[in-house]
């Protein structure tokens, strides 16, 4: 696995649990031998993770890293720790140690440098990813791996395929190897694309050739390189379906279509879920108010952590890593609606807003994240206002055992995304008995209507608006046919959607690759 994410050690979105849970159940469940390769970035603490430094022929490798008309290595170090049965390579280098986030730079970089702007993308993003895939390569020669697939996770990684094929120290020695790329966002901004061509080729060291086919509204994409080297699918069925057969595909800017016009036909498999990392009867292991169990009908632990979570966000709780504005009366009888995740308009958070101002005042909403500054604004003056007072709750930021809590606390949880990948918050809540609304869309298309969840056509406010005022009716109306979408969800996670049920879908690919 060559990637930006790793559960635990760094991640910044869902990228980071599907890296490390399907790598443990390809070790525990089908007996494979998974590594992990991701950049060791200044945020990471090698030695307090339990990573120790390997040690290779040389204690520093170097890296080709040319830029237009100059000649140019860079040095990696290497840490290393197998975590359940994986083993993680941590890559030591300057470029990586530098960055205090995986993707973006921080408030404090910005202090630093005026024009790192907090929240804004990496300037050398492209070099990054190139470092890591060159270095992810040298290292498997240095240690002497020959793996049957490198599974290539979003654009941070796509170039690796080419570089695979198409350079001759990687050709020979990788001549049994097969390479996988999965698309797990294809929208803009995701794509990992360059406008700067000569540098692309510079640096990548790829023939004319292959940037020249690589080029894809004027950018050298390396999603569109990959096509001819790698078997390429994304996160869901019905993503791949819009993705190739819709006018969704607008939204990527036809990459899509792009890759159907070079024969790649998308793969669609829909990311699965470690039902046991969220296991509400295990609740106090990990940091819940109570014990409780969905699956079984047994609730009362449920609303002992709605009760917990509504006392905490009554006033006056001195949260640790994220900021409140707004409050929630102690009303335990009403519906706790729910939101994790970034604020952007791509997640529905706009419409969110003025769904909000739609319904009746006998429910509450909880929104948990960090994103969008004009977002954030309006959530912060809508918690405070008339409107809001008592009702609305936003807690700026993220912090994970606080997601854990909301997650159990909630009735019902919010993704109204424009379009969604896959959507992996819906199963953690169904899983915490916190039935999803969402726009059938996407991913999402796997919460089945009135039986595992709400879901609602038309991406709009009065839509959302609509369903929530459906789900608070059958809240107050009918809870015992509310207690049998908890059960029916939590089945149909364990049958469909286990990471060790997923897997046999990677694992006919990876063949197929190979």
């Not at 901004?189 to 640096?203: E, L, P, S, T």
Request: glycine residues 8%; negative net charge.
């Amino acid at each position: 696995m060559v990637t930006r994410e790793y559960d635990g050690v760094a991640g910044a979105g869902g990228v980071k649990d599907v890296c490390r849970q399907l790598s443990e159940a390809l070790v525990q469940h089908a007996g494979c031998d998974v590594r992990v390769v991701l950049p060791c970035y200044g945020f990471i603490e090698a030695q307090a993770l339990g990573f120790q430094q390997v040690q290779l022929p040389c204690p520093v490798f170097e890296v080709d890293m040319h830029y237009p008309g100059q000649e140019r290595r860079e040095p990696v170090a290497l840490w290393m720790k197998k975590e359940q049965g994986v083993i993680i390579y941590l890559l030591d280098s300057p470029r990586f140690a530098e960055k205090q986030a995986v993707y973006t730079y921080t408030l404090a970089e910005e202090r630093q440098e005026s024009w790192h702007k907090a929240g804004t993308g990496h300037f050398d993003f492209f070099a990054m990813n190139v470092l890591l895939q060159k270095a992810a390569l040298d290292l498997m020669i240095l240690l002497d791996q020959r793996p049957d697939i490198i599974h290539c996770h979003d654009g941070h990684a796509a170039i690796l395929p080419a570089l695979l094929r198409e350079q001759s120290g990687y050709r020979h020695f990788f001549c049994k190897t097969g390479a996988v790329v999965t698309i797990h966002n294809a929208g803009f901004g995701y794509h990992q694309d360059v406008d700067d061509v000569a540098f692309a080729q510079a640096i990548t060291g790829l023939p004319n050739s292959v940037i020249q086919a690589g080029l894809f509204n004027n950018a050298f994409n390396p999603f569109v390189v990959a096509a001819g080297y790698a078997r390429i699918n994304t996160v869901s069925e019905q993503y791949a379906r819009e993705l190739q057969e819709s006018d969704e595909d607008s939204r990527t800017g036809w990459l899509g279509h792009k890759l159907l016009e070079k024969d790649v036909d998308l793969v669609g498999i829909t990311n699965g879920v470690n039902p046991e990392d969220f296991n509400p009867a295990q609740g106090k292991k990990i940091g819940l108010a109570a014990n409780f169990n969905p699956a079984a009908g047994k609730l009362a632990g449920k609303k002992q952590c709605k009760k917990e979570m509504l006392h905490l966000c009554r006033g006056g709780e001195q949260w640790a890593v994220v900021e409140q504005y707004g409050f929630l009366e102690n009303t335990v009888d009403n519906p706790l609606m729910t939101f994790i995740g970034r604020l952007t308009a791509q997640k529905g958070v706009d419409l969110l807003l003025q769904a909000a101002s739609l319904l009746e005042k006998d429910f509450q909403l909880l929104v948990l994240g960090s994103g969008d500054s004009v977002l954030e604004q309006q959530l912060q003056e809508l918690a405070e206002d008339d409107q809001g007072y008592g009702q609305i709750c936003f807690l700026k930021g993220y912090d994970p055992a606080l997601a854990l809590k909301i997650y159990a606390a909630g009735d019902f949880f919010l993704i109204p995304s424009l379009y969604e990948p896959c959507g992996l918050t819906d199963y953690i809540a169904q899983l915490f008995g916190n039935i999803p609304i969402v726009h059938h869309v996407g991913g999402l298309v796997k919460v089945l209507d009135r039986k595992t969840g709400f879901t609602y056509e038309q991406h709009s406010a009065e839509a959302l608006a609509r369903t929530m005022s459906q789900a608070q009716e059958m809240y107050q109306d009918s809870p015992e046919e509310l207690d049998s979408m908890r059960k029916a969800a939590v089945q149909h996670i364990r049958t469909h959607y286990s990471w060790q049920h997923v897997m046999k879908e990677y694992i006919a690919l990876y063949r197929k690759a190979v």
